[in-house]
């Protein structure tokens, strides 16, 4: 890692001090943001122009173009009721503009784990201390989730078609679930989990149809996935 010249945040008297890491795809880099008083850690991806994202995000979800995506650590026992807000603060003290995509956890993100193949990037930060199976009893079930989210942000370096992207993010939780077995986890993941899938615009050819688990690209995003997962899952097991 090379630690670059912090830089002063925009909004709350943030300070971000930046930290490139090498990443295969778009530029990634680990930001450390000491807002009222803690250090917190961010990874953002500056994906730039041509780029769209498929998402599960606290802002910016959905399906369309972001140029680029936040994972932001926050407090456990996080107060605020306003987190897509809060996102948009922190994007603006990183120096974020356009559009984009933002998620929050509780986990340590400077912990993050990487792999790649065949051009597929998955990134992941897990944090398992609160998991369990999605389908549950409605018991219970009500209020805001406590703590606890594995986010996976994976780069492709092709276009794929509106259908593909939903399938990818489909992909990935499939990924995601069959490493948390494999370490060991009795669970599916935690209440919170969110995927962000990012490739290029498409062009005059619509894109990539495809992105299951046997498809080409979508093959090799599960096992991108599967590996950071399992990696992650791995420390905390």
Known sequence: MRRSRP??????????????????????????????????????????????????????????????????QVPGGYPRLDPDRHLAEIAAAAGLSGPGAGLMTAADVAAYTVAADGG????????????????????????????????????LPVALTDAA?????????????????????????TPTDAVCVATPAPGPDPGEPFAGPRSRWGSRLARAVHH??????????
């Open 7 to 72: 830089s002063a945040g925009s909004r709350r008297g943030c300070a971000i001090d930046s930290v490139r890491i090498r990443l295969p795809g778009p530029r990634g880099e680990l930001l450390a943001l000491y807002e009222e008083g803690p250090g917190l850690h961010q990874l953002v991806w500056r994906l730039g122009p041509g780029w769209r994202v498929c998402s599960s995000a606290v802002l910016g979800g959905g399906i369309g173009p972001r140029a680029w995506i936040l994972n932001a």
């Open 120 to 155: 597929v990037t998955a990134t992941v930060t897990s944090g398992l201390g609160v998991r369990g199976w999605a389908a549950v009893p409605a018991e219970g079930t009500d209020g805001p989730p406590p703590p606890g989210t594995v986010n996976i942000v994976v780069t």
């Open 165 to 189: 992207l939903v399938n990818a993010v489909a992909t990935a939780t499939e990924a995601k679930v069959q490493a948390l077995l494999e370490a060991g986890l009795d669970c599916s993941g």
């Open 228 to 237: 950071a997962v399992l990696e992650g899952a791995l420390r905390q097991s």
